[in-house]
């Protein structure tokens, strides 16, 4: 199993563009996730989802949007960049409604 | 709102030394508790994880308590080695009405091992 990817590893970003950051997982797991992680931080949820079809709101949601239209994929849509959201992207997926497992991550940097 | 404070932000120990990393939570419904390990420019991995039914957990040189009626949790590395060297997360969790857990993550802990 290659477990949870993430593309890009990394990408530059104008003021004002939009980008999908893809996340894929092989483990049939059910529940997914987003989270930022700012320099020297923890890790904040934007958004995650329990099953295809179903998303809700994390700590962080504003400037993002997701979709899971299948149990593998869950990506991450930035609509009008911000420098405010420079930061490293962590996907993670979960097999049951505890223990997650992380993607390697996609830095951003919005200028 | 919920929130995880994470002691020490950073610790340097000497090779051989103990550790010891120290959260308090704030939701009285967290349950699950889990530790990652973050390597610089990797991801967080898990390394161990406690339920709150349970007081203390280890693994090899790793062990977890939790005293849920004071609110914290630690994190105990015995023997520490050169390649404990990383940034220590815990987590602070509970169900949601959705059916998964919403986990709420420390600051982290920046670990040195001094050889």
């Known amino acids: 199993n290659a477990g949870v990817t993430q593309t890009p590893k990394f990408r530059i970003l104008k003021i004002g563009q939009s980008m999908t950051l893809q996340c894929a997982q092989d483990?049939?797991?059910?529940?997914m996730y987003w989270y930022r992680q700012d320099p020297g931080m923890g890790l904040k949820l934007i958004y995650y989802?329990?099953?295809?079809?179903?998303?809700d709101k994390g700590e962080v949601p504003n400037g993002y949007n997701v979709s899971r239209s299948t149990t593998e994929d869950f990506p991450l849509r930035l609509e009008l960049a911000a420098p405010s959201q420079t930061s490293v992207y962590f996907c993670?997926?979960?097999?049951?409604?505890?223990?997650?497992?992380f993607g390697p991550g996609t830095r951003l940097t919005v200028l | 709102g919920e929130n995880v404070e994470q002691h020490p932000s950073t610790l340097s120990v000497q090779e051989g030394d103990s550790a010891v990393i120290k959260c308090t939570y704030s939701d009285s419904a967290s349950n699950y508790f889990p530790w990652y390990k973050q390597e610089l420019g990797k991801r967080p991995q898990l390394i161990i994880d406690i339920r709150s039914n349970v007081g203390e957990k280890k693994d090899q040189r790793i062990a977890v308590t939790l005293n849920k009626t004071a609110k914290h949790f630690s994190l105990h590395i015995t023997e520490t080695q050169p390649e404990d060297s990383a940034v220590y997360f815990c987590a602070a969790s509970r169900a949601t009405t959705s059916g998964t857990y919403k986990y709420i993550f420390g600051t982290g802990t920046r670990l040195k091992v001094l050889a």
């Open positions: 483990m049939n797991h059910n529940y």
């Open positions: 993670a997926s979960s097999p049951t409604v505890s223990r997650q497992f």
């Open positions: 989802s329990v099953g295809a079809g179903i998303t």
